[in-house]
Protein backbone atom coordinates (compact mmCIF):
# COMPACT_ATOMS: atom_id res chain seq x y z
CA UNK A 1 0.00 0.00 0.00
CA UNK A 2 1.59 3.33 -0.94
CA UNK A 3 1.85 6.14 1.82
CA UNK A 4 -0.39 8.91 0.75
CA UNK A 5 1.24 10.97 3.86
CA UNK A 6 4.81 11.13 3.21
CA UNK A 7 6.69 14.73 3.25
CA UNK A 8 7.13 14.65 -0.55
CA UNK A 9 4.09 14.28 -1.71
CA UNK A 10 2.49 17.02 0.92
CA UNK A 11 4.77 19.62 0.01
CA UNK A 12 3.82 18.88 -3.46
CA UNK A 13 0.07 19.47 -2.75
CA UNK A 14 1.14 22.53 -0.92
CA UNK A 15 2.87 24.07 -3.23
CA UNK A 16 0.25 22.98 -6.05
CA UNK A 17 -2.08 24.39 -3.87
CA UNK A 18 -0.41 27.52 -3.81
CA UNK A 19 0.32 28.46 -6.78
CA UNK A 20 -3.42 27.92 -7.71
CA UNK A 21 -4.54 30.52 -5.51
CA UNK A 22 -1.58 32.97 -7.04
CA UNK A 23 -3.28 32.40 -9.64
CA UNK A 24 -6.38 32.77 -9.37
CA UNK A 25 -5.42 35.95 -7.32
CA UNK A 26 -3.50 37.76 -10.00
CA UNK A 27 -6.57 36.96 -12.50
CA UNK A 28 -9.00 38.53 -10.21
CA UNK A 29 -6.42 41.77 -9.75
CA UNK A 30 -6.08 41.65 -13.68
CA UNK A 31 -9.96 41.67 -14.19
CA UNK A 32 -10.95 44.02 -10.89
CA UNK A 33 -8.14 46.54 -12.30
CA UNK A 34 -9.91 47.99 -15.43
CA UNK A 35 -13.39 47.98 -13.54
CA UNK A 36 -11.76 49.96 -10.47
CA UNK A 37 -10.11 52.38 -13.49
CA UNK A 38 -13.78 52.56 -14.82
CA UNK A 39 -15.15 53.48 -11.32
CA UNK A 40 -12.46 55.98 -10.89
CA UNK A 41 -13.02 57.51 -13.92
CA UNK A 42 -16.56 57.51 -13.72
CA UNK A 43 -16.63 59.51 -9.81
CA UNK A 44 -14.43 61.56 -10.83
CA UNK A 45 -16.75 62.88 -13.83
CA UNK A 46 -19.53 62.88 -11.37
CA UNK A 47 -17.52 65.76 -9.57
CA UNK A 48 -16.83 67.96 -11.86
CA UNK A 49 -19.97 67.49 -13.64
CA UNK A 50 -21.43 68.31 -9.89
CA UNK A 51 -19.50 71.34 -9.42
CA UNK A 52 -21.08 72.79 -12.57
CA UNK A 53 -24.68 72.04 -11.26
CA UNK A 54 -24.80 69.47 -14.74
CA UNK A 55 -25.07 66.74 -12.82
CA UNK A 56 -28.73 65.77 -13.21
CA UNK A 57 -30.10 62.61 -12.16
CA UNK A 58 -31.27 59.75 -14.39
CA UNK A 59 -29.01 60.36 -17.12
CA UNK A 60 -25.67 58.46 -17.48
CA UNK A 61 -22.46 60.12 -16.46
CA UNK A 62 -20.38 59.40 -19.55
CA UNK A 63 -23.07 60.85 -21.39
CA UNK A 64 -23.19 64.25 -19.70
CA UNK A 65 -19.24 64.28 -19.77
CA UNK A 66 -19.10 64.55 -23.49
CA UNK A 67 -20.25 68.03 -23.12
CA UNK A 68 -17.11 69.00 -21.04
CA UNK A 69 -13.60 69.73 -23.48
CA UNK A 70 -10.78 68.50 -21.08
CA UNK A 71 -7.70 71.24 -22.06
CA UNK A 72 -3.91 71.15 -20.62
CA UNK A 73 -3.07 74.49 -19.74
CA UNK A 74 0.85 75.91 -19.15
CA UNK A 75 0.22 77.71 -15.73
CA UNK A 76 3.30 79.61 -16.19
CA UNK A 77 2.00 81.48 -19.13
CA UNK A 78 -1.80 80.62 -18.63
CA UNK A 79 -2.16 79.42 -22.26
CA UNK A 80 -3.56 76.16 -23.33
CA UNK A 81 -1.02 73.14 -24.31
CA UNK A 82 -1.82 70.72 -27.43
CA UNK A 83 1.71 69.48 -27.11
CA UNK A 84 0.93 67.16 -24.12
CA UNK A 85 -1.62 64.05 -25.09
CA UNK A 86 -4.39 64.03 -22.32
CA UNK A 87 -4.59 60.59 -21.76
CA UNK A 88 -0.80 60.32 -20.82
CA UNK A 89 -1.09 63.43 -18.45
CA UNK A 90 -0.90 62.56 -14.80
CA UNK A 91 -1.13 65.13 -12.21
CA UNK A 92 1.20 63.15 -9.59
CA UNK A 93 3.52 62.21 -11.77
CA UNK A 94 4.02 66.21 -13.16
CA UNK A 95 3.74 67.53 -9.88
CA UNK A 96 7.04 65.53 -8.57
CA UNK A 97 8.80 65.43 -11.55
CA UNK A 98 11.71 68.18 -11.04
CA UNK A 99 11.37 68.73 -15.16
CA UNK A 100 7.71 69.53 -14.81
CA UNK A 101 7.20 71.49 -11.83
CA UNK A 102 8.80 73.91 -9.73
CA UNK A 103 9.50 73.75 -5.45
CA UNK A 104 7.41 76.38 -3.78
CA UNK A 105 9.11 78.76 -0.93
CA UNK A 106 7.68 78.89 2.08
CA UNK A 107 5.86 82.34 1.19
CA UNK A 108 4.07 80.79 -2.13
CA UNK A 109 3.10 77.53 -0.85
CA UNK A 110 0.13 78.53 1.22
CA UNK A 111 -1.77 75.28 0.19
CA UNK A 112 1.40 73.40 1.44
CA UNK A 113 2.05 71.49 -1.65
CA UNK A 114 5.71 71.47 -1.44
CA UNK A 115 5.72 71.38 -5.43
CA UNK A 116 3.65 72.85 -8.17
CA UNK A 117 3.24 70.96 -11.51
CA UNK A 118 3.62 73.23 -14.60
CA UNK A 119 1.33 71.95 -16.40
CA UNK A 120 -2.62 71.09 -15.53
CA UNK A 121 -5.94 69.71 -16.68
CA UNK A 122 -8.65 71.88 -16.82
CA UNK A 123 -12.62 71.74 -17.87
CA UNK A 124 -14.43 73.84 -19.84
CA UNK A 125 -18.33 73.60 -20.61
CA UNK A 126 -20.11 75.51 -23.71
CA UNK A 127 -23.83 76.35 -24.70
CA UNK A 128 -22.96 76.75 -28.34
CA UNK A 129 -19.92 78.76 -28.96
CA UNK A 130 -19.76 80.81 -25.69
CA UNK A 131 -18.05 79.18 -22.41
CA UNK A 132 -20.56 78.18 -19.71
CA UNK A 133 -18.34 77.26 -16.91
CA UNK A 134 -14.48 76.46 -16.55
CA UNK A 135 -14.25 73.66 -13.94
CA UNK A 136 -11.08 74.09 -12.32
CA UNK A 137 -8.88 70.87 -9.90
CA UNK A 138 -7.65 72.37 -6.74
CA UNK A 139 -5.79 70.64 -4.00
CA UNK A 140 -4.33 72.12 -0.48
CA UNK A 141 -3.59 70.58 3.02
CA UNK A 142 -6.20 70.13 5.35
CA UNK A 143 -6.12 68.54 8.98
CA UNK A 144 -4.72 65.27 8.03
CA UNK A 145 -3.50 65.10 4.78
CA UNK A 146 -4.16 66.71 1.19
CA UNK A 147 -7.58 67.58 0.10
CA UNK A 148 -8.43 67.29 -3.87
CA UNK A 149 -11.70 69.14 -5.44
CA UNK A 150 -13.35 71.04 -8.51
CA UNK A 151 -13.86 74.81 -8.65
CA UNK A 152 -16.42 75.83 -11.22
CA UNK A 153 -16.97 79.78 -12.12
CA UNK A 154 -19.37 80.90 -13.86
CA UNK A 155 -18.31 82.91 -17.47
CA UNK A 156 -17.14 85.84 -15.49
CA UNK A 157 -14.52 83.94 -13.73
CA UNK A 158 -15.25 85.07 -10.70
CA UNK A 159 -18.81 83.79 -9.71
CA UNK A 160 -18.60 80.32 -8.01
CA UNK A 161 -21.12 77.45 -9.13
CA UNK A 162 -19.90 74.75 -7.11
CA UNK A 163 -17.07 73.27 -5.11
CA UNK A 164 -16.80 69.68 -4.97
CA UNK A 165 -13.83 67.64 -2.89
CA UNK A 166 -13.93 64.13 -4.14
CA UNK A 167 -10.34 62.79 -1.66
CA UNK A 168 -9.59 63.81 1.69
CA UNK A 169 -8.59 62.63 4.94
CA UNK A 170 -10.90 65.16 7.21
CA UNK A 171 -12.71 64.12 10.09
CA UNK A 172 -15.89 62.70 9.85
CA UNK A 173 -18.27 65.00 11.43
CA UNK A 174 -15.80 67.89 11.54
CA UNK A 175 -13.42 68.52 9.23
CA UNK A 176 -15.26 65.85 6.90
CA UNK A 177 -18.25 68.21 6.42
CA UNK A 178 -16.90 69.42 3.36
CA UNK A 179 -18.75 66.71 1.76
CA UNK A 180 -21.89 67.79 3.61
CA UNK A 181 -24.57 68.77 1.01
CA UNK A 182 -25.95 72.03 2.93
CA UNK A 183 -22.58 73.55 3.17
CA UNK A 184 -22.02 73.03 -0.48
CA UNK A 185 -24.58 74.16 -1.70
CA UNK A 186 -23.18 77.76 0.13
CA UNK A 187 -20.56 78.26 -1.96
CA UNK A 188 -23.03 78.60 -4.92
CA UNK A 189 -23.15 82.55 -6.01
CA UNK A 190 -20.49 83.90 -3.84
CA UNK A 191 -17.49 85.46 -5.63
CA UNK A 192 -13.98 85.28 -5.58
CA UNK A 193 -12.29 88.16 -6.74
CA UNK A 194 -13.33 91.60 -5.95
CA UNK A 195 -13.48 94.56 -8.90
CA UNK A 196 -10.29 95.13 -8.27
CA UNK A 197 -8.69 91.66 -8.42
CA UNK A 198 -7.94 90.79 -5.61
CA UNK A 199 -8.54 87.37 -4.33
CA UNK A 200 -11.03 87.67 -1.39
CA UNK A 201 -13.05 84.06 -0.73
CA UNK A 202 -12.48 82.76 2.28
CA UNK A 203 -14.04 80.28 5.02
CA UNK A 204 -14.66 82.41 7.65
CA UNK A 205 -15.08 81.40 11.71
CA UNK A 206 -19.07 80.94 12.51
CA UNK A 207 -21.68 82.15 10.33
CA UNK A 208 -21.28 85.02 7.21
CA UNK A 209 -23.36 88.47 8.34
CA UNK A 210 -25.40 88.38 5.32
CA UNK A 211 -25.93 92.35 6.19
CA UNK A 212 -22.11 92.70 5.44
CA UNK A 213 -20.98 93.83 2.22
CA UNK A 214 -18.14 90.82 2.69
CA UNK A 215 -20.90 88.40 2.55
CA UNK A 216 -20.31 87.80 -1.16
CA UNK A 217 -16.93 86.82 -0.49
CA UNK A 218 -17.45 84.77 2.62
CA UNK A 219 -18.37 80.87 3.84
CA UNK A 220 -19.59 80.18 7.05
CA UNK A 221 -16.77 77.97 8.80
CA UNK A 222 -17.14 74.49 9.25
CA UNK A 223 -17.61 73.95 13.56
CA UNK A 224 -14.75 72.07 15.50
CA UNK A 225 -12.80 72.19 11.94
CA UNK A 226 -11.12 75.83 12.07
CA UNK A 227 -7.44 73.82 10.62
CA UNK A 228 -9.99 72.29 7.62
CA UNK A 229 -11.66 75.88 6.91
CA UNK A 230 -8.32 77.72 6.93
CA UNK A 231 -6.82 75.11 4.26
CA UNK A 232 -9.98 75.77 2.20
CA UNK A 233 -9.11 79.23 2.25
CA UNK A 234 -5.25 78.81 1.60
CA UNK A 235 -5.68 76.11 -1.25
CA UNK A 236 -8.22 78.20 -3.29
CA UNK A 237 -5.96 81.40 -2.59
CA UNK A 238 -3.15 79.55 -4.04
CA UNK A 239 -5.05 78.33 -7.21
CA UNK A 240 -6.41 81.23 -7.88
CA UNK A 241 -3.57 83.49 -7.65
CA UNK A 242 -0.43 83.99 -9.68
CA UNK A 243 1.22 80.39 -8.92
CA UNK A 244 -2.13 79.07 -9.83
CA UNK A 245 -4.81 79.73 -12.80
CA UNK A 246 -4.43 83.70 -12.64
CA UNK A 247 -2.89 83.75 -15.75
CA UNK A 248 -5.09 81.58 -17.16
CA UNK A 249 -7.96 83.28 -16.12
CA UNK A 250 -6.30 87.15 -17.26
CA UNK A 251 -5.94 84.88 -20.59
CA UNK A 252 -9.70 84.25 -20.86
CA UNK A 253 -10.79 87.93 -20.23
CA UNK A 254 -12.86 88.70 -23.12
CA UNK A 255 -11.97 85.37 -24.71
CA UNK A 256 -15.39 83.37 -23.84
CA UNK A 257 -16.13 81.68 -27.33
CA UNK A 258 -14.43 77.90 -27.94
CA UNK A 259 -11.97 80.14 -30.10
CA UNK A 260 -9.68 80.32 -27.43
Known sequence: ??????????????????????????????ELRDLQEANKTLDKQSKILSAAGLLTEGTEISELFESIEPRIVNLETGEFDSAIDLDQYEESSFSRDPNTSIELSSNQDIALLKRRENFQTVYLHY??????????????????????????L??????IIGL????????????????NPKWKEIWKGKEVFSDSGDILISVIKGSVDKSSDEAKYQVDGLSGATITSNGVTNLLSFWLGDMGYGPLLEQLQDKETKGV
Open 1 to 30: MNNNDTIKKTLIVAISLCLVCSALISFSAV
Open 164 to 179: EFFDHKETPGLGGEID
Open 154 to 159: EPDLKT
Open 127 to 152: NSQALNAIILPVRGYGLWGTMKGYLA
